[in-house]
Nanobody, 125 residues
Framework: QGPLSESGGGSVQPGGSLSLSCAAP????????MGWFRQAPGKEREAVAF??????WYNAPAMGRFTIAQNNAKNTLYLQLNKLKEDDTAMYYC????????????????????WGQGTQVTVSS
């Protein structure tokens, strides 16, 4: 596998949208649990969403506003962010671990082996 590499972050007003991408060479969601964490200034990293074999899982803040998807042919993971709030301001990290998504009741940073460098999302009026 190659390194995970995020893109698509930026600055947007509340209520706006952003589309994040993660180039994930050698990864596919049938063999890996793929997903996103985020870290806001002064806060711990927080799970956002995960996907395995096409089945998504969302943490409460993301539910109904964010959409995760994997295109295995393009080796790319996506996170569509809609109805953004100022509380969504954070560095967003692409993550992966071999096998299925486990411990989804309380996903931890230590559950994931592979991490990207992050892409910054800033929501501000």
């Amino acid at each position: 596998q190659g390194p995970l590499s995020e893109s698509g972050g930026g600055s947007v007003q509340p209520g706006g949208s952003l589309s994040l991408s993660c180039a994930a060479p050698g990864y596919d969601d049938s063999n890996y649990c793929m997903g996103w964490f985020r870290q806001a200034p002064g806060k711990e990293r927080e799970a956002v969403a995960f996907i395995h074999t096409g089945s998504p899982w969302y943490n409460a803040p993301a539910m109904g506003r964010f959409t995760i998807a994997q295109n295995n042919a393009k080796n790319t993971l996506y996170l569509q962010l809609n109805k953004l709030k100022e509380d969504d301001t954070a560095m967003y990290y692409c993550v992966a671990v071999a096998g299925y998504c486990h411990n989804l009741r309380n996903p931890q940073v230590s559950d994931f082996t592979y991490w990207g460098q992050g892409t910054q999302v800033t929501v501000s009026s």
